[in-house]
Structures are given as structure tokens and as C-alpha cells.
């Protein structure tokens, strides 16, 4: 039994799920891995359920009727992570924008060097993104400044979706009350956390810009994280932690 499940959302990854999911069960640690799918019309559920019986207790499939983004795709992963013994969960994309030989870097940090949080930044020593346009480089890292500033966060890599929560983290935060799915829900889950207290510390990490498949970004994406920032701020000056 592992103590340590990644969780990875997909909507029509049928081009990544098989490699990704190997290469994350190559790894020296054992992990154990959560697809939860939006009922992806390309098959990637039943990818996932063909390589079931090779990694047999390792590899487990969460179906969702529709897509409901991603915020909400990982609040379901979490609360099945909870419901079964990890102490360590995990968010990270199928497209390989993660590099699955940093989850060990990630855990690590949480097993063994007293982090509550880790998280994989693209921020922390300069800029490490890779094949990324320079526009997008420039709104991303904007946003993460942004974020700082609005917050008082110290996390330079506020938007960053590649994670690792001891299981305590998870369990103090009301996931029912969160309310966003796209950047956003990975500052709001971030800032719940910072507000409560908890250590988090960021892992320098490359990242690298999907090759295949197509990219979830929107522009509702991207004015979600804008002005959910300040309604954040704004409702934690009212609120206990």
C-alpha cells in the first residue's frame, strides 16, 4: 500500500494517459494514481480501465458525468483521497507539463523536510518554462505577482497546478466552500492554506508546454483568477481562518 496518490484530471487525453501513467509508475516510490475523467468522449476512460489489470491496486478510475472543469475535478479526487489512507495527495496534469521524475522532489519535501505544502514552481529561480510564447510567459508570471501583491502570499507560483498536500491540509479545508475551477481554484486553495498557517515551500521544477493534445485555457479562465483574487482578499479581512 502506498501512502502517496496523484491525482490527475483528464478530459480527452487519449493521447498522454497511457505514457504518463507508466512513467508515474516507474518511479523509484511507489505511488498510486487517481484518473478522474469527464466523461472525455475520445476514450480516455477506457484506456485507463484497459491498463487496470496490469497495475492492478495502483491504478484507479473516477468517472464524471460531464465537464465541470477543473477545480472541480480535483475537489472529487481529494475527497477520495481522504476517504482512503494517503497521507500525501497529489495534483498533477496528464499532458506532461509535469515532469512525473519531480514527484519524488515534491514528496520528499513533505515526508521529510517539514512542508505541509510543496509545490512544483516555474518562479522560484527565475523562469523555467519551456516552449511557452512569450505572451503567455508574461501573463502567467504576471499573475503570480499580481497575486502576491493582492494577497501577501509569499509563493511565487501562486497559478501552479503541480502539487503535493499532506493529508492534514486537505482535512482542515472545507472543499465543499470552494468555489473556483480554473487558476483561480489553485490560488484559492493555496490562500486557504497560507491563511491557516500551514508551511508551504516551493520545488524548482521545468515546465514544458503540452506537445500533444489541446490546451484547456480560456479567457474565463484567466478573468476568473483576476477578480476572484480581490473577492479571496476581500472575504478573508471577515473571516477566521
Known amino acids: ?23 508515474v509508475f ?52 481529494f475527497k477520495w483521497a481522504l476517504e482512503h489512507s494517503y497521507n500525501f495527495i497529489f495534483e498533477m496534469d496528464a499532458d506532461f507539463s509535469h515532469n512525473p521524475d519531480d514527484l519524488i522532489k515534491l514528496y520528499d519535501a513533505c515526508a521529510s523536510n517539514g512542508a505541509d ?17 512569450l505572451s503567455r510567459i508574461l501573463l502567467s508570471y504576471g499573475a503570480s505577482r499580481y497575486v502576491r501583491f493582492i494577497t501577501g502570499m509569499k509563493v511565487k507560483d501562486s497559478t501552479a497546478g503541480f502539487i503535493c498536500y499532506k493529508r492534514k491540509v486537505l482535512e482542515s479545508i ?16 493555496k490562500f486557504k492554506a497560507y491563511k491557516k498557517g500551514f508551511k508551504i515551500v516551493e520545488i524548482p521544477v521545468i515546465f514544458k508546454d503540452r506537445i500533444k493534445g489541446k490546451s484547456k485555457m480560456s479567457g474565463s479562465i484567466i478573468s476568473e483568477a483576476i477578480f476572484g483574487v480581490i473577492s479571496l482578499k476581500l472575504k478573508s479581512l471577515f473571516t477566521k481562518s
Do not use: C
Not at 502506498?2 to 493521447?15: C, Q
Not at 466552500?177 to 486553495?189: D, L, P, S, T
Open 174 to 189: 472545507a472543499l465543499n466552500k470552494i468555489k473556483f475551477v480554473g487558476y483561480a481554484f489553485q490560488i484559492e486553495m
Open 117 to 133: 505544502i510543496a509545490v512544483g514552481s516555474r518562479y522560484v529561480k527565475g523562469i523555467t518554462v519551456v516552449n511557452w510564447p
Open 1 to 23: 500500500m502506498s501512502d502517496a496518490l496523484v491525482i490527475i484530471p483528464t478530459y480527452n487525453e487519449i493521447e498522454n494517459i497511457e505514457t504518463i501513467l507508466k512513467s
Open 26 to 77: 516507474s518511479q523509484n516510490k511507489s505511488f498510486h494514481v487517481l484518473v478522474v475523467d469527464d466523461n472525455s468522449p475520445d476514450g480516455t476512460a477506457d484506456k485507463v480501465k484497459s491498463m487496470q489489470d496490469e497495475y492492478s491496486k495502483q491504478l484507479y478510475l473516477l468517472q464524471r458525468d460531464k465537464k465541470n472543469g477543473l477545480g472541480a475535478a480535483y475537489i472529487a479526487g
